[in-house]
């Protein structure tokens, strides 16, 4: 659909409702006039309130600003307008009115007095307090500042051309990391250098009470910075062999992409249980919140540092190469999501193999993870009727809320699904070319392009292809369409490719173990077809399996297991004696269930014992998931 043809759409249903459509001047390439100034005050952290200020040149007139509704990194229109509350406007010191455009909610209108220049705007962002109002970004040791929640910005030009100072009050004695450039620091006051909204946005910043910053690349020309905020002062405090391992993410990176697209990289992390967790990319940072012991118990949180290397990954991957789908001129034009399994997909690939080649996850531990992913597609019931390709758009049509039937429905696949697309390109290329070439040397000829650069490169579909093609020739475009647009079998070729297969035992692998002993679940996913949280609730289903037969729902509780109290130790019991003889072989497996306020009885004739992937060497082949998971 054409501009024209969608806002005369608009235009006709505003008339047919009987209300007068405002006019949103269309985003152009063009400076605007001026530098709004953004003040931020961060100090209120009891009442969890950020207060904020804008000072907005203008001239007499007509102006529509907009808060940001499609937010860079999250894929989707999620831009937190319900946050955002006691919005007031003045201009030469006298109250504007104000209307919320009737089609576009986050679009507000105003009336620029005559002799007036400026417009100062006055709001609060409200961090959700309780997790069922989103993600808490403010608690009493820790804050995170992501700009897109705290700015209105005139519609009508490109964001990378609206210049913004940005200042940041923070709680007393508290220190911060960010991307961002700093002009001054008085007391608790920083004022930051002026810069392009665009840009803005993509430099959030972490603060804390509790602070400490790492040199992850020691005298570098372009510098890797750990910044690490926590509940405690103790849990900010890394091991010197523990930062060696990311120091060796940053080398192994580079050896990977050869080339750097940043003047400066810095990882913002929080280790908090109370700070909302993240994962999300930036040009020159990434934001990062895992659990409080990150670095205190380093060996059962092992599971937790693949996130720091899918994020420095992307970086290259999704921030200077970027789907040329997603190359909008403002927050508020919607984003196009086709090639995520590229920006996502190969990400989550490159994290696995990043966090092996480093060592911040061993080497047979990611392979465990690979074995897990492998698993969960080669049981899911909804590739059948939902290509991969298809949950690219999960994120808007989702907007990323829990999923009753995830089996079934589907999520946002192509992150781990995408990255077994991706080992198995990685293993065709190897295959094809004698193991002469891999996918290394498409990151490096593909991202590793204009060393030096920070100007973000598009890219399309036969750009990815045409790259492939002169890497090692093949029908690179039939090849990845086939897996991305097909509901056949789960593309688990890489694997074999690779020298290895799934396959299922009776006892979990010691990290697979782990992984489900710190989430305190208790997995069944391939034998009953479910799981279940520390408190006995279902967590996951798999459609179609023996629990699904059995008329188990979700929201469900298991209160016993053939007449016992249910733990996850009885019921595993009960599977194995189902299966191995007994008085119990051949009989059903009695479960007693809750659901609302109704109690009932399911019975499970299954009979195929305890069911866990890991996996296996196929003998007499070449071991290439050695070679790729091993550093460079």
Known sequence: MTPLRQSLLVLLAATTLG?????????????????????????????????????????????????????PANHGPSGPLNQLAGLRFSANGKPLAWKRDTVNVHAFHLEVPSGAA???????????????????????????????????????????????????????GWQYGSALETQERQGDVVRFKPLDLETLVDSPLFAG??????????????????????????????????????????????????????AHYDFLLALSEEFGGIGREHHQSSENGVKLDYFTDWAKA?????????????????????????????????????????????????????SSRSGLIKLEHVRDTLAATAARYDAMRGRSWRPVQDTTNDPIING??????????????????????????????????????????????????DNGAYTANHYVFEDVVKALNALQPHDWAAFLRARLDGNGPAPLDGLTRAGWKLVYTDTPTPYLRGVEERAKSADFQ???????????????????????????????????????????????????????????????????????????????????????????????????????????
């Open 19 to 71: 209300v007068r459509a405002e006019t949103i001047p269309a985003p152009l390439d063009q400076p605007y006039p001026g530098t709004i100034a953004l003040r931020v005050d961060a100090t209120n952290t009891s009442q969890q309130i950020f207060r904020v200020t804008e000072t907005i040149p203008a001239k007499p007139g007509k102006l529509t600003l907009l808060y940001p509704q499609w937010v």
């Open 118 to 172: 400026s417009v100062e705007a006055e709001y609060q962002y409200l961090s959700p307090t309780e997790a069922n109002q989103g993600r808490t970004t403010i608690t009493a040791e820790i804050l995170g500042v992501q700009w897109h929640s705290m700015a209105l910005y005139p519609a009508g030009y490109a964001t990378r051309r609206i210049m913004v100072q940005p200042t940041l009050t923070l709680p007393e």
């Open 209 to 262: 009470r509790h602070f400490k910053r790492y040199d992850l690349d020691p005298g570098a020309k372009l510098p890797v910075h750990l910044n690490v905020v926590a509940d405690t002062a103790e849990a900010v405090e890394a091991k010197p062999e523990q930062i060696e391992l990311h120091r060796a993410l940053i080398q192994q990176t580079y050896k990977l992409f050869n080339s750097q697209h940043f």
């Open 302 to 354: 092992e599971s937790m540092r693949g996130l720091l290397p899918h994020e420095f990954a992307h970086s290259w991957n999704g921030k200077f190469r970027r789907p040329a789908d997603q190359n909008v001129p403002d927050f508020n034009t919607p984003l196009q999501n086709s090639l995520l399994w590229v920006y996502e997909g190969q990400t989550q690939y490159w994290g696995h193999v990043l």
């Open 400 to 449: 990323r809320r829990p999923l009753g039937w995830s089996s079934w429905q589907r999520s946002e696949d192509y992150y781990n699904e995408g990255a077994l697309i991706w080992l198995d390109v990685d293993t065709k290329i190897r295959e094809l070319s004698a193991d002469g070439k891999s996918l290394d040397h498409f990151a490096r000829n593909f991202f590793g392009i």
């Open 526 to 632: 391939y034998s009953l077809g479910f799981s279940l949280n520390g408190e006995g609730k279902v967590e996951a289903l798999q459609w179609e399996g023996p629990g699904f037969q059995a008329g188990l729902g979700g929201g469900t509780t298991v209160l016993a297991v053939n007449g016992t109290a249910y733990k996850p130790e009885v019921l595993r019991a009960a599977v194995t004696a189902a299966k191995t003889g007994g008085k119990d072989a051949g009989k059903p497996i009695e479960l007693l269930v809750k659901k609302g306020g109704k109690f009932r009885t399911i019975l499970l004739d299954y009979h195929g014992g305890l069911r866990y992937p890991r996996l296996e060497r196929i003998p007499d082949t070449p071991d290439r998931l050695q070679a790729i998971l091993s550093p460079l």
